[in-house]
Each structure stands twice: as structure tokens, then as C-alpha cells.
């Protein structure tokens, strides 16, 4: 599980899964998760599903595609 992964890293985070019509079917937001958390992850979910991609995949095609905009992609 995504959860337990980040925990045992000693990450504190918001997990969001989308259904296919972009709508939150769980999201699930760890003790300790700041409060904007729960926004980042929600755009992130967006971005994965569509572009098709994960959001870090994204950014580093978005970084090979147009380098004079590497610092704002994302």
C-alpha cells in the first residue's frame, strides 16, 4: 500500500485515487499531513490520469519538451 510505503520512509502524506469520470473515490490523509496536502494530491491524482502518466513522469517530460520553462512545469 502507497500509505505504508511513504510511512516507512518517514514521509507524511495525502493519497488521492480518481475514478475514471475524475471523481475522488478515497482520500486518505496521514496524521501530521499539512493541510494543503489534501489540494496537492487531489491535482496530482488530475495529472496522472490525464496525461495518463504519473505526475513525476509528467514533469519530466514536461522538462525535456520545453526547457526554458523547466523551473514552472508542474
Known amino acids: 500500500m502507497a500509505l ?3 510511512r516507512k520512509h518517514g514521509s507524511v502524506v495525502t ?3 480518481l475514478d475514471r ?3 475522488v ?3 486518505i490523509r496521514d496524521d501530521g499531513a499539512s493541510p494543503h496536502s489534501v489540494e496537492h494530491s487531489l491535482r496530482k491524482a488530475h495529472t ?3 496525461y495518463d502518466m504519473s505526475s513525476a ?3 519530466k517530460n514536461c522538462r525535456k519538451r520545453i526547457p526554458a520553462t523547466r523551473d514552472r512545469c508542474i
Open 21 to 23: 469520470a475524475d471523481r
Open 57 to 59: 513522469e509528467f514533469g
Open 48 to 50: 496522472a490520469l490525464t
Open 4 to 6: 505504508e510505503a511513504c
Open 25 to 27: 473515490v478515497v482520500s
Open 15 to 17: 493519497i488521492t485515487v
